[in-house]
Every structure is written in C-alpha cells, then in structure tokens.
C-alpha cells in the first residue's frame, strides 16, 4: 500500500511516502521536513500559535515538493496517515484538517496516528525481520518511558518518568547556561567537545535505586552547580564544555541504568526512539552494555511523516478500519490496545 504520512505535532512539519507491505517491509518512496526552529530560536522555545500558523503555511508546500521530488501523485496514495496526538492542540489540528481535505478529495482511508507509536515503529521501518516482542526506550520532549512491545498496538509500560521527561532535562539544563533553544541538541554538541576529557565538576546520580525515572532533582542540582561555578564558565570555555558533559553524564546514566536492567531482565532486543536517541552518548553506552540495540538513523530519530506513514501502512495493511479520528493533547501510548482495531 502506498501511504502519505503528515506530522505536525510540534515544532516540525514532516511529510513522507512510504510503501508498506503486509509483512510490516516498508520503503521510503519520498519525505520532505521542515524544521521551525528559526523561527522559535528567539523567543527560547516553541510559541504554539506561531508553530500551527507555520504548519499551515508549510503544509501544502512540503506536499508539493514531496510530489515533485519522488514524482509520486495524489492520485496514486492508497491512505493517509495524521498525527493526532500526543502534541500541541493547535498544531495537530492543523495536520489533521489537511489530511481530511486531502483523503476526502481522493476518497481513501485516513488513519489516527499516535505520535509515540510512530516513535517506536520507527525501529521496525529500519531494521527488517525486528519483530515484537522487545524493549523500547522512548525518550522525547515529553515522554521517557521504557515500554515491552508486544506487537502492533500492544505496549505497556514498565517504567516512566515521575516529572520531567529527558528531552525536558536537557533542554532546562540549557537554558540554564544560556544555550538557547534548541537547547539539548546544543547542550549535546558542546558535552561532545570534552569527550574522553576528565570533568571538573561532579552531579548527583539521580534515582539510580528507584523504580521510576525522575530528572526535576537533577534540574535544581544542574542550577546549584552553575550558581557555584558562574564566573568559571563565563570565563573558561573549556569549563563550559565540561558542565555540559557532566550533565550529559547524569541524564544518560539515568536512563542507562534502568534500561539495562530491564534488557538483563527480559532478554530482549532494545529499541531506542524519539528526539534524544539522537544522543551520540546515550547510544555508545546502550551499545556497549545491551547486545541487540536499533537505533533509527538520526533524520528519524526527531519527529518525521514517515514514522507517521509507517504506522498508518501497517494498520491499514492488517486489515484495520480506521478509528474515529480525535485530536488529543495526551494520549499514553499503552491505551491504543484497549482501542486497538488489530487483535494480530
Ligand atoms: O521526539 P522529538 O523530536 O520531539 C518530541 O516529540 O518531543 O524530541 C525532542 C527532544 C528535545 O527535548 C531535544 O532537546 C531532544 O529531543 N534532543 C536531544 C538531542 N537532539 C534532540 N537531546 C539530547 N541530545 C541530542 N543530541
Ligand atoms: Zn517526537
């Protein structure tokens, strides 16, 4: 089946083609991205009115390059795939409404996707014969969660944050030392220049014996030790790019050594997915402790309408009839089974 993903959820505009067969083989005929953060970089952060009024400006824009570049047409796209949540309101609704113009001029099947769900897929659409049962780690802007995947539709969570979700602790930590936003991607980018380079500065290990993540601690630990060492790091490059390490360090670890014991536990393959399984460090340490470990290359490791297209392929190829379609600002993953349309 030929299927056109939209995704808009947030702060970028993502459009795809992907070929999905039955066996959950899939192949990336086009994509197209546009990323907002010019536009949110001086006001520090995503301004939702200005993020859905860019969607709606880059929608049919990307779509038009997508068409050109891949010389597929509208008239060949067997359905559509929308994120309709988790993300900003405004936003998928901007998503969704185009998607609904466009499926009922072609009178094809439009699919409700979960943004989370397209996160974790992601691992299938890359690594051919992956197949549940495994682990997935989703770590966002919003989410951390290690999840059991049992098959389409099916997750349930077997460790979640308290507070702060990773990507939150990253970009807090940056705003902090005066990284502007994008800020974790940034905080990332410098930790890597003091690589293999013994830090200054020491954190706390964050809830390493807790059952749960939690990062909202490390935040105020993160303030304290800039407070203490402010004109250090004004004054001392090098020492910027080791709070950043050091931080880097706490967050990662925090999230290594939860992950690995449920690897240990289970015997699972591990799926890493969402905006901070971009993290150079995170990966060389799942790498090394876990013995089967997908990662989705980096362009799809950020929020993109191919993950969104794969998932609407899948369901739509198993036979699913769509889900009355509803926009929802949360939406935990591990509700679709309840609501799931495929029982396989
Ligand atoms: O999945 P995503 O693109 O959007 C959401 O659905 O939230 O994730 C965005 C998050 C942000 O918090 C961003 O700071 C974080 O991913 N991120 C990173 C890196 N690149 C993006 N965090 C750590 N290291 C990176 N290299
Ligand atoms: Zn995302």
Same mark, same amino acid.
């Given at each position: ?78 359905? %559509?795939?929308?994120?309709? =949540?988790? /993300?900003?309101?405004? @936003? #998928? ?5 185009? !998607?609904? &113009?466009? $499926? ?41 969660? %290690?999840?059991?995947?049992? =098959?389409? /539709?099916?997750?349930? @969570? #077997? ?5 702060? !979700?990773? &990507?939150? $602790? ?46 909202? =601690? ?5 303030? #304290? ?120």
């Amino acid at each position: 089946m030929r299927i056109l993903g939209i995704e808009s959820s947030c702060d970028e505009t993502g459009v795809a083609v992907l070929d999905v067969e039955p066996s959950g083989e899939a192949h990336i005929v086009g994509e197209c991205l546009a990323s907002q953060v010019a536009l949110h970089e001086k006001y520090g952060g995503v301004v939702p009115e200005l993020a859905s009024r860019e969607h709606m400006r880059n929608l049919p824009l990307l779509l038009e390059e997508l068409f050109s570049k891949s010389g597929v047409t509208l008239k060949e796209i067997d359905g %559509i795939g929308v994120t309709c =949540g988790p /993300g900003l309101k405004g @936003c #998928l609704l901007i998503g969704v409404t185009f !998607a609904q &113009g466009l $499926a009922a001029a072609r009178q094809v099947p439009l699919f409700p996707v979960n943004h989370i769900e397209g996160h974790i897929l992601s691992g299938e659409l890359h690594t051919p014969g992956l197949k549940p049962p495994y682990i997935a780690l989703v770590v966002s802007g919003g989410h951390t969660e %290690i999840l059991l995947v049992e =098959g389409l /539709g099916k997750y349930s @969570c #077997l460790c979640r944050t308290r507070d702060d !979700a990773a &990507g939150e $602790a990253f970009d807090k930590s940056a705003n902090l030392l005066g990284l502007n936003y994008p800020g974790g991607a940034r905080l990332a980018a410098t930790a890597e220049q003091a690589a293999g380079r013994r830090s200054r500065f020491t954190l706390p290990r964050v809830g390493r014996e807790m059952e749960d993540f939690s990062f909202s =601690g490390l935040k105020t630990a993160v303030l #304290l030790l800039i407070k203490k060492n402010r004109e250090l790091l004004d004054s001392d490059p090098t020492a910027m790019a080791e709070i950043c390490w050091t931080i880097q360090d706490a967050i990662v670890d925090a999230l290594v050594v939860k992950v690995v014991r449920e690897v240990q536990k289970r015997g699972l393959p591990l799926v890493v997915c969402g905006g901070v399984s971009a993290n150079t460090e995170l990966r060389r340490r799942l790498q090394a402790k876990c013995p089967e470990v997908h990662v989705p290359p980096l362009r799809h490791c950020v929020d993109n309408g191919a993950m969104i297209a794969y998932v609407a392929g899948r369901y739509l190829a198993a036979g699913a009839q769509p889900p009355r379609l509803n926009i929802h600002s949360r939406w935990p993953v591990e509700t679709l089974s309840a609501s799931s349309p495929v029982t396989a």
